[in-house]
């Protein structure tokens, strides 16, 4: 048997909600303590998963010691939220019957007046869904919607908060709180919560209605006083035209009129046409457009909690991002070069072959240019001066130089720091200098045998090593 698809709210799934809300209550409690908690175990289980910073921020707050006590704190404050919108459901059934029985019962002697009692059923209501529709269409942004929501969600954190103190269902109740402020995840939690508030109001109204006209007898009947009887009858034939459709007992046009109320002893002989119009209305203007509400705000709920994401950008969260995605991490080496010969490997430099009939090319490579003696003079050498080399551009100059040169140089000296090691673009810059596939030449060290100070710097030894690899490699490859 397959196993169920995992929910969003699972504690196990860093992608639902109540990880990241878990993650914001980690983010609060170290923001009341003054510094991040130390524990490297979920540091380390943190930089070990890939994805994003979000999602390492949620798996370290999974790890820390007080995951557990967080979630007990969010069980106690969902447990709570869930008391108080079931005490706000009962009272709203309550309150409905209430006001079906405070509307029916003013007309103890007299006829029902059928448009106040409508009116006075469903206006509120009405007006509260026009509402929220138009802040809903127009401003989408706003959090004052779902203003019965927002008094159910604040009564139950006050009860979680006195029935559960400490630090950490502080942060739980912060953080849940902060959550469903944010749009658009609070809008729909708040959204949800009127709606089913109001569907419960309206169905102690409409209980109460069938209760009060299946044991009591109401004669129904409407009056005016500046609005003309034509007005009446378009405003009645509109109301009953949706509810008609569905099925219910209405009124035709010649009950309406003649259930004006023009005096005492009148006869009312339309009542169960009356009376089918009225539970009507509260069905099709009252329970019908407030459960299409709850169900858009229920679809829309469940798409903003599967799409929350905690806000990095918060210095909670900003400070985690060095110990959580480390700048650089030692990956060991890549691209390893050639190994080149130990200091205290004997072999015999072999003679260069000299091939150009040109000067000998000097070079000074990543040296401070000397204010005088530049070339250095030597009896019978005639010099070609290549200039300096600082950088990669500089370095360009000089093969494109010394690969151009006609007649070709016999040799090309480089004279470089022995203080500084060379690397391995030192490297291949010298190999592309004695490249001998290409118009070139033989590229030889500054490096005399006979003075040994010359190699007791830092980078003698190194640069040693690099210019007898070199001739070795050109030496086998001849």
């Given at each position: 048997?397959?196993?169920?698809?995992?929910s969003i709210d699972r504690a196990d799934?860093?992608?639902?909600?109540?990880?990241?809300?878990?993650?914001?209550?980690?983010?609060?409690?170290?923001?009341?303590?003054?510094?991040?908690?130390?524990?490297?175990?979920?540091?380390?289980?943190?930089?070990?998963?890939?994805?994003?910073?979000?999602?390492?921020?949620?798996?370290?707050?999974?790890?820390?010691?007080?995951?557990?006590?967080?979630?007990?704190?969010?069980?106690?404050?969902?447990?709570?939220?869930?008391?108080?919108?079931?005490?706000?459901?009962?009272?709203?059934?309550?309150?409905?019957?209430?006001?079906?029985?405070?509307?029916?019962?003013?007309?103890?002697?007299?006829?029902?007046?059928?448009?106040?009692?409508?009116?006075?059923?469903?206006?509120?209501?009405?007006?509260?869904?026009?509402?929220?529709?138009?802040?809903?269409?127009?401003?989408?942004?706003?959090?004052?919607?779902?203003?019965?929501?927002?008094?159910?969600?604040?009564?139950?954190?006050?009860?979680?908060?006195?029935?559960?103190?400490?630090?950490?269902?502080?942060?739980?109740?912060?953080?849940?709180?902060?959550?469903?402020?944010?749009?658009?995840?609070?809008?729909?939690?708040?959204?949800?919560?009127?709606?089913?508030?109001?569907?419960?109001?309206?169905?102690?109204?409409?209980?109460?209605?069938?209760?009060?006209?299946?044991?009591?007898?109401?004669?129904?009947?409407?009056?005016?006083?500046?609005?003309?009887?034509?007005?009446?009858?378009?405003?009645?034939?509109?109301?009953?035209?949706?509810?008609?459709?569905?099925?219910?007992?209405?009124?035709?046009?010649?009950?309406?009129?003649?259930?004006?109320?023009?005096?005492?002893?009148?006869?009312?002989?339309?009542?169960?046409?009356?009376?089918?119009?009225?539970?009507?209305?509260?069905?099709?203007y009252g329970l019908v457009p407030r459960?299409?509400?709850?169900?858009?705000?229920?679809?829309?709920?469940?798409?903003?909690?599967?799409?929350?994401?905690?806000?990095?950008?918060?210095?909670?969260?900003?400070?985690?991002?060095?110990?959580?995605?480390?700048?650089?991490?030692?990956?060991?080496?890549?691209?390893?070069?050639?190994?080149?010969?130990?200091?205290?490997?004997?072999?015999?430099?072999?003679?260069?072959?000299?091939?150009?009939?040109?000067?000998?090319?000097?070079?000074?490579?990543?040296?401070?240019?000397?204010?005088r003696g530049w070339p250095p003079a030597?009896?019978?050498?005639?010099?070609?001066?290549?200039?300096?080399?600082?950088?990669?551009?500089?370095?360009?100059?000089?093969?494109?130089?010394?690969?151009?040169?006609?007649?070709?140089?016999?040799?090309?000296?480089?004279?470089?720091?022995?203080?500084?090691?060379?690397?391995?673009?030192?490297?291949?810059?010298?190999?592309?200098?004695?490249?001998?596939?290409?118009?070139?030449?033989?590229?030889?060290?500054?490096?005399?045998?006979?003075?040994?100070?010359?190699?007791?710097?830092?980078?003698?030894?190194?640069?040693?090593?690099?210019?007898?690899?070199?001739?070795?490699?050109?030496?086998?490859?001849?």
């Open positions: 048997m397959p196993n169920p698809p995992p799934d860093p992608s639902g909600l109540i990880p990241r809300l878990l993650a914001e209550a980690v983010r609060l409690h170290e923001d009341a303590l003054g510094a991040p908690l130390h524990e490297p175990q979920a540091d380390e289980r943190a930089r070990t998963i890939k994805g994003d910073l979000e999602r390492r921020i949620v798996i370290r707050a999974q790890t820390l010691s007080v995951a557990s006590p967080l979630r007990t704190a969010f069980a106690h404050f969902r447990a709570g939220t869930q008391a108080a919108v079931a005490a706000a459901l009962i009272g709203a059934l309550l309150a409905g019957a209430g006001a079906a029985r405070l509307v029916l019962g003013s007309y103890a002697e007299g006829p029902v007046n059928f448009f106040l009692a409508l009116s006075s059923l469903l206006g509120l209501h009405t007006l509260m869904l026009l509402v929220w529709l138009v802040v809903i269409l127009f401003q989408p942004g706003s959090g004052a919607v779902g203003l019965l929501g927002g008094l159910v969600l604040r009564l139950g954190r006050r009860v979680t908060r006195w029935l559960h103190r400490g630090p950490l269902e502080l942060a739980a109740l912060r953080a849940a709180g902060e959550a469903f402020a944010r749009p658009p995840l609070g809008r729909w939690v708040l959204s949800t919560i009127s709606h089913s508030l109001w569907l419960s109001y309206l169905a102690g109204c409409l209980g109460a209605v069938l209760l009060l006209l299946g044991t009591r007898q109401y004669d129904f009947a409407w009056e005016t006083t500046i609005l003309s009887e034509r007005a009446y009858m378009t405003m009645a034939r509109m109301i009953a035209a949706p509810v008609e459709i569905l099925g219910f007992d209405v009124p035709d046009p010649a009950r309406v009129a003649g259930s004006r109320r023009t005096g005492s002893g009148q006869v009312f002989d339309a009542r169960e046409r009356w009376g089918g119009l009225l539970v009507g209305c509260l069905v099709v459960g299409v509400a709850l169900l858009v705000s229920l679809g829309a709920l469940l798409r903003a909690r599967s799409r929350y994401r905690l806000d990095v950008t918060r210095p909670g969260f900003a400070r985690l991002q060095g110990r959580l995605v480390p700048v650089a991490r030692a990956v060991g080496v890549v691209d390893p070069d050639e190994p080149l010969m130990a200091d205290n490997d004997a072999v015999a430099r072999p003679s260069a072959a000299i091939s150009g009939n040109g000067p000998v090319g000097v070079l000074g490579l990543e040296i401070e240019r000397p204010e030597v009896a019978g050498v005639e010099w070609w001066d290549l200039g300096f080399a600082e950088d990669r551009t500089d370095r360009h100059r000089v093969v494109e130089r010394v690969a151009m040169a006609d007649p070709m140089a016999k040799a090309v000296v480089v004279v470089c720091s022995l203080a500084a090691t060379p690397d391995r673009g030192t490297g291949a810059f010298l190999a592309s200098l004695a490249k001998p596939t290409s118009p070139g030449c033989p590229a030889a060290d500054a490096r005399p045998p006979t003075a040994p100070t010359l190699t007791a710097g830092r980078g003698g030894a190194a640069y040693s090593r690099l210019a007898e690899a070199r001739w070795e490699r050109r030496h086998r490859r001849r």
